[in-house]
Nanobody
């Protein structure tokens, strides 16, 4: 079983920065895409940014130019660098990843437990 564990959330003032991390752990697995989603109170979960195994990325329009997604394949880790944070970025941020098991070639898709990001003065 693959598990995802996020870290790096917290309280930050408007204009500040935070860096989220998500580590995938398990055995004999490969990762395809990794991404970050967020869900604010009363709103649907939305894609923030995603990165594929080849390195291509896509971002929500609301975060373009402010957030950067990256991954370290050797560490099975995805990062989200968030700069120029705004109060409307306040949400629970969830890591998502999918891939396959190298032994059985069965696929998997997992979510992390979520980490709170609050942007407030």
């Amino acid at each position: 079983q693959v598990q995802l564990v996020e870290s790096g959330g917290g309280l930050v003032q408007p204009g500040g920065s935070l860096r989220l991390s998500c580590v995938a752990s398990g055995s004999t697995f490969s990762i395809n895409a990794m991404g970050w989603y967020r869900q604010a109170p009363g709103k649907q979960r939305e894609l923030v940014a995603a990165i594929r195994s080849g390195g291509s990325t896509n971002y929500a329009d609301s975060v373009k130019g402010r957030f950067t997604i990256s991954r370290d394949n050797a560490k099975n880790t995805v990062y989200l660098q968030m700069n120029s944070l705004k109060p409307e970025d306040t949400a629970v941020y969830y890591c998502n990843a999918d891939g396959y098991y190298r032994t059985s070639y069965g696929t998997w898709d997992r979510w992390g437990q979520g980490t709170q990001v609050t942007v407030s003065s």
